[in-house]
């Protein structure tokens, strides 16, 4: 591990009108002792914080008529002009289920920019359009389903981003054996089957080939695990 890349703590910045739903799952686990080792560090700033006037507004009503509110182009500009002060370098993601699909490759990516990132997390029925197209760098999706916000979709994408950053996970080894991950061949497959002790549970064997020692044997077992998982439940990975 370089110390150039021990040295300096990479930055999230996360703008909500939910600032109390962080850290949330990130203040836990791995994404915990990488904070506590400085690896990465959290800023979350309330976009109502950048609101005008006595009541505050965040939202308006559609032009065009439709569904919902739409949140206001001049609030969220500020807020992400404020957090773009801390972070000039940093790509501002808008966190929407119309964005392009999050993957493995972006978040080994994303987590190789010293800059770090700015993630906008949305509610209500959406934001002003002018405002993604004059301050956002890029849309990303979690998956094919709709969330009520961002702010769950851009904790999955933080715990994503910060494992791939060195130092975070105990063994660098960890890292590479892992779903989604290319095998020798730039093939992506899903991890194989894990087991520890007993030998034998409620009458389940651990296979004889873990058991047995044989390096290589176990190598061979594994990607063919690997591969008869991926046929089954993930067809569209295999090329
Ligand atoms: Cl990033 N945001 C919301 N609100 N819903 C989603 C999503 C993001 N990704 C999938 N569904």
Redesign the pocket.
């Known amino acids: 591990m370089h110390l150039s890349q021990l040295d300096m703590s990479y930055p999230i910045t996360i703008l909500t009108l939910f600032p109390e739903m962080f850290p949330g799952t990130l203040a836990h686990s791995i994404m915990k002792k990488a904070a506590e080792k400085e690896l990465w560090n959290l800023t979350v700033i309330n976009i109502r914080d950048f609101a005008e006037g006595n009541y505050k507004r965040v939202d308006d009503t559609p032009y065009g008529g439709g569904a919902g509110m739409v949140m206001k182009a001049d609030v969220v500009a500020k807020a992400i002009r404020a957090a773009k002060k801390n972070q000039p370098n940093a790509p501002v993601i808008f966190?929407?289920?119309s964005?392009t699909p999050f993957k493995q490759a972006k978040a080994v990516e994303l987590s190789k920019n010293k800059a770090g990132v700015i993630l906008l997390c949305?509610h209500y029925e959406g934001i002003d359009e002018r405002v993604l197209e004059t301050e956002v760098d890029m849309e990303?999706?979690?998956?094919d389903?709709?969330?009520?916000?961002?702010e769950i979709?851009a904790q999955v994408v933080v715990d994503a981003i910060i494992r791939n950053i060195q130092g975070v996970l105990g063994n660098d080894n960890t890292l590479s054996e892992e779903s989604f991950d290319e095998d020798e061949n730039g093939q992506k497959l899903l991890e194989y089957p894990h087991y520890t002790r007993p030998e034998t549970w409620e009458g389940l064997e651990v296979p004889e080939v873990l058991r047995s020692g044989h390096h290589d044997n176990i190598k061979k077992w594994r990607k063919q695990k690997s591969l008869e998982k991926t046929k089954k439940v993930r067809p569209d990975i295999l090329e």
């Open positions: 966190m929407t289920p964005g949305g990303i999706s979690i998956g389903y709709v969330l009520s916000g961002g979709a």
